[in-house]
């Protein structure tokens, strides 16, 4: 069981470029959520999924975009790069009540530099 | 303006010593709340929550206690041990926007020292 994990763990972008983060799960969890880690700030949702063939808008949603293809998948894209999107990116997942017992698993992190 | 605080950023404990981290809301809809723990290079793992139901939570070590009156949590850890190192969120939940998701506080970096 990997649980949550992202692809790449690193990249640095120059400003209008694009890329796609990639978040995995094998957990056979519903939700999905993007989020980003500022310092001095807790993290902060940008996209989230609740299910396969949906996503939803969160707190800070300009600027990215998101699919959910697949269950297991959930994909961020950044089209055009700016360096206000420079952050660490959190993936996690979670069964989908986020209310008693469940609780949202995290990937290790993307840490995204835009010069 | 940030609906989950923690005001103090960093916060060193002897080992074997208690250490308190305290988090305030502002959102009276938040009904569900969870400390999460962060390591340097890794994702935040779930350590310990509590509905807005009860006051108490116990788990080991690990103490969460709820104050809906004044809007204030706190988690207890005793004893503290060195790998209780790392930084701690605490996050909040009910009356989203946003479906099901948490608002995260700034985090504490806790530091025990041996």
Not at chain 2, 81 to 108: E, H, I, L
């Amino acid at each position: 069981n990997a649980g949550v994990t992202q692809t790449p763990k690193f990249r640095v972008l120059k400003t209008g470029q694009s890329m796609t983060l990639l978040c995995a799960q094998d957990m056979n969890h519903e939700y999905m959520y993007w989020y980003r880690q500022d310092p001095g700030m807790g993290l902060r949702l940008i996209h989230y999924s609740v299910g396969e063939g949906t996503t939803a808008k969160g707190e800070v949603p300009d600027g990215y975009n998101v699919s959910r293809l697949k269950k297991q998948n959930f994909l961020l894209g950044l089209e055009s790069a700016a360096p206000s999107q420079t952050s660490v990116y959190f993936c996690a997942s979670s069964y989908g009540t986020l209310r008693s017992t469940d609780t949202q698993y995290f990937g290790p992190g993307t840490r995204l530099t835009v010069l | 303006d940030q609906q989950v605080k923690q005001n103090s950023p960093s916060l060193s404990v002897q080992e074997g010593r208690i250490s308190i981290l305290n988090c305030d809301y502002t959102n009276s809809m938040f009904d569900y709340f969870l400390w999460y723990k962060k390591y340097p290079a890794e994702g935040p793992t779930f350590l310990i929550s509590i509905s807005s139901i009860k006051d108490k939570n116990e788990d080991g070590r690990f103490t969460v206690f709820l104050n809906k009156s004044a809007k204030h949590l706190s988690l207890h850890i005793v004893p503290s041990q060195p790998g209780d190192s790392a930084v701690y969120f605490c996050a909040a939940s009910g009356g989203s926007n946003y479906g099901q998701n948490f608002v995260f506080g700034p985090g504490t970096r806790l530091s025990v020292l041996p």
